[in-house]
């Protein structure tokens, strides 16, 4: 009976450190209102069959007029220029080798995205368009240890925007940065389970960097709703947002688990749908 009763214990103790590493930020966050139950064009509205590529300016207007919040992503250029752009290297979008951090703004503007007419945006010419019409979900994308002199570039742009933003990243570095700078402003760690990729990224998909950061916001692979940590930190009060919905499909099998919908490739009508059908009169 001794034995059991410090199994007990040690098993209790385990299950408070775990809560104590991925417990979120106790506050509620005034901008949830900007996210609870709505849709998230992820990278703007883009459909290429139309001409209109991820993360251009064209993307951003068409989720404006459609009344969507917008989510982007942000790198830091060779010469400290904050560029809208989502891959770590610009082969698939530009057709060239190399990285945005190994350019200048002005080398990544003689670029094309997808072969179309648009170039890679400026943070400011991302404002600019935006102008506070919607919300903006801003992802912060690191190259090595650069994860301050971004957040310090982007938010000398950033503070003087009239419009709402919140931030995210899959990097605790740059919500540091937020927790210790910006503490004001929401800000939302994202995650996914990752497999194969060593100790240290298995670890972060579990969210005990939440320690250290204290997201008021998780941002969560929606293929993995129902893994255990993720579902912990709803427990404990974090807000959920599901990343990335492509088809009705998915938002029926999955949507329950979060309040926030980042989406591509399914209209902005059929999300709607869901939306209202899901929160009903909350929306209102």
Same mark, same amino acid.
């Given at each position: 009976?001794?034995?059991?009763?410090?199994?007990?214990?040690?098993?209790?103790?385990?299950?408070?450190?775990?809560?104590?590493?991925?417990?979120?930020?106790?506050?509620?966050?005034?901008?949830?209102?900007?996210?609870?139950?709505?849709?998230?064009?992820?990278?703007?509205?883009?459909?290429?069959?139309?001409?209109?590529?991820?993360?251009?300016?064209?993307?951003?207007?068409?989720?404006?007029?459609? $009344?969507?919040? +917008?989510?982007?992503?942000?790198?830091? &250029? *060779?010469?400290?220029? !904050?560029?809208?752009?989502? @891959?770590?290297?610009?082969?698939?979008?530009?057709?060239?080798?190399?990285?945005?951090?190994?350019?200048?703004?002005?080398?990544?503007?003689?670029?094309?995205?997808?072969?179309?007419?648009?170039?890679?945006?400026?943070?400011?010419?991302?404002?600019?368009?935006?102008?506070?019409?919607?919300?903006?979900?801003?992802?912060?994308?690191?190259?090595?240890?650069?994860?301050?002199?971004?957040?310090?570039?982007?938010?000398?742009?950033?503070?003087?925007?009239?419009?709402?933003?919140?931030?995210?990243?899959?990097?605790?570095?740059?919500?540091?940065?937020?927790?210790?700078?910006?503490?004001?402003?929401?800000?939302?760690?994202?995650?996914?389970?990752?497999? $194969?990729?060593? +100790?240290?990224?298995?670890?972060?998909? &579990? *969210?005990?960097?939440? !320690?250290?950061?204290?997201? @008021?916001?998780?941002?969560?692979?929606?293929?993995?709703?129902?893994?255990?940590?993720?579902?912990?930190?709803?427990?404990?009060?974090?807000?959920?947002?599901?990343?990335?919905?492509?088809?009705?499909?998915?938002?029926?099998?999955?949507?329950?688990?979060?309040?926030?919908?980042?989406?591509?490739?399914?209209?902005?009508?059929?999300?709607?749908?869901?939306?209202?059908?899901?929160?009903?009169?909350?929306?209102?």
């Amino acid at each position: 009976m001794e034995i059991l009763w410090i199994c007990l214990a040690v098993l209790a103790g385990l299950c408070l450190i775990i809560a104590f590493l991925v417990f979120p930020s106790l506050r509620r966050h005034k901008d949830r209102r900007l996210m609870d139950g709505k849709a998230v064009a992820h990278r703007g509205l883009h459909d290429i069959g139309q001409g209109v590529p991820e993360n251009s300016l064209a993307a951003f207007e068409r989720a404006c007029e459609a $009344g969507l919040m +917008i989510e982007n992503d942000v790198h830091l &250029t *060779l010469d400290g220029h !904050v560029a809208v752009f989502h @891959d770590d290297t610009l082969d698939r979008m530009c057709g060239v080798p190399g990285k945005p951090e190994e350019k200048t703004m002005e080398e990544l503007k003689t670029l094309r995205l997808a072969g179309t007419g648009e170039t890679i945006p400026t943070l400011e010419e991302c404002l600019e368009t935006v102008k506070g019409r919607v919300p903006i979900l801003i992802e912060f994308k690191l190259c090595g240890s650069n994860a301050n002199a971004l957040c310090e570039a982007a938010e000398k742009i950033l503070k003087d925007y009239k419009g709402d933003y919140v931030i995210q990243s899959f990097y605790p570095g740059v919500l540091m940065w937020y927790k210790k700078n910006r503490p004001e402003r929401m800000r939302g760690q994202l995650s996914t389970v990752i497999k $194969g990729e060593g +100790i240290a990224k298995r670890l972060l998909g &579990t *969210l005990i960097s939440n !320690v250290v950061t204290r997201p @008021d916001f998780i941002s969560y692979d929606h293929t993995h709703a129902r893994y255990f940590f993720r579902r912990m930190t709803r427990i404990f009060g974090a807000h959920q947002a599901g990343w990335t919905f492509r088809s009705p499909e998915e938002l029926e099998k999955n949507g329950k688990y979060f309040r926030t919908f980042i989406f591509e490739n399914v209209s902005p009508e059929t999300v709607e749908k869901y939306l209202n059908e899901r929160f009903g009169n909350e929306r209102s």
